[in-house]
């Protein structure tokens, strides 16, 4: 089976045609994190068709990934619908073009937000232009997943089956929409219940892990979550997205490996996040193996190959086109003690 790495971001600024946006203030914090390590060589001209040339080529030279799926990043809207001003703004067109004139390489990973009033006519034509899932940030993107305004978009995914590929716990690199920082809290894990109850299939990105102790800590409602599925009949699904990268969280993506089901696990990178492991892991056994993985230029591939070092299993690797597959068979009626009812605020 193909390895898919499902978390790739594509992005961009300065670009002629104004395809794409990223605020000076993103810029400049993308800047001083590559410097720090935390992101991989990505060009400095940050303008939209250098990214792009820079992750095909990065798929292209990989020993491991053989497609990746880019990510599409939609504006946030404010409570009536209306596009708020972003942080960062990645077209669908835009990616699907990509995608498009790259079929060997590129899946189209769409974003689409709820509140649109045009959502669903969006959530179509993203599906009609191949788009094999749909992602969201909900503090970037103010969008509070346990919405009512989110329900109709629900059951239109499941009838398109396309999996939502949501962003749970604390985000670092795109600021909360409109500066609210109390939107934070829409990034708890346990608001994505309705959407599975309605037989969404769900893929909650990075393991819901903090990065630093600051944060905000949903890690053991994402880890129950994970443990009930089988029984309350949810498709949900996790990607190991940036679990090993320049902070100290290395040890608990370690106990992710040991403690949840690997059928339910997905590959992904975060690229262009770098990926490093916590030196604490090289010990005098490993110490050859650590190094080498370490000295990989390619990105995709020392992702992958960190991830198999700290216990994640081939089926973690080639899990994505089984869940893919999964999203596209209509689901059985649930569990009706679960039925979830909308709150409309």
């Known amino acids: 089976m193909s390895v898919i790495d499902i978390h790739i971001h594509v992005f961009g600024d300065w670009n002629k045609d104004g395809t794409c946006h990223m605020s000076s203030l993103l810029g400049l914090g993308s800047h001083l994190a590559e410097l720090g390590g935390f992101l991989a060589d990505v060009p400095t001209s940050r ?9 095909l080529h990065e798929i292209q030279g990989s ?84 919405h009512e305004k989110c329900r109709a978009f629900y059951q239109k995914l499941i009838e398109y089956g396309l999996p939502l590929l949501c962003h749970v716990g604390d985000e670092h690199t795109i600021s909360e929409a409109g500066g609210d920082k109390s939107l934070r809290a829409y990034n708890h894990p346990e608001l994505l219940i309705p959407a599975l109850e309605e037989g969404v299939t769900v893929i909650m990105a990075h393991c819901c892990l903090p990065i630093d102790e600051d944060d905000n800590d949903f890690s053991e409602a994402f880890m129950r979550m994970m443990l009930q599925a089988e029984d309350r009949g949810w498709r949900l699904f996790a990607d190991v997205s940036a679990l090993v990268g320049k902070w ?53 591939d020392r992702n992958a190959e960190y991830l198999k070092f700290l216990g994640f299993s081939d089926t973690v690797m080639t899990n994505a086109e089984q869940i893919f597959k999964i999203a596209r068979t209509p689901p059985m009626l649930g569990n009706p003690r679960y039925i979830y009812h909308f709150p409309t605020f």
């Open 47 to 55: 303008d939209d068709d250098d990214i792009r040339d820079a992750i």
């Open 63 to 146: 020993l491991h990934v053989n497609k990746g799926v880019l990510l599409a990043f939609d504006k946030p809207h404010d409570n009536a619908g209306t596009p708020m001003k972003p942080i960062l703004y990645t077209p669908n067109s835009w990616v699907a073009e990509i995608c498009r004139k790259n079929p060997d390489l590129a899946l189209f990973g769409a974003s689409v937000h709820p509140y649109n009033t045009d959502a669903l006519k969006e959530l179509q034509k993203a599906k009609d232009d191949g788009a094999v899932l749909v992602k969201w940030i909900p503090s970037s993107q103010n969008i509070l997943p346990n």
């Open 248 to 300: 100290r969280r290395s040890f608990m993506a370690k106990q992710m490996a040991l403690r949840l089901p690997h059928d339910r696990l997905v590959m992904g990178s975060d690229w262009p996040n770098a990926p490093n492991l916590d030196d604490d892991f090289r010990t005098k056994g490993n110490r050859r193996e650590y190094d080498r993985i370490k000295g990989i230029d390619n990105v995709l």
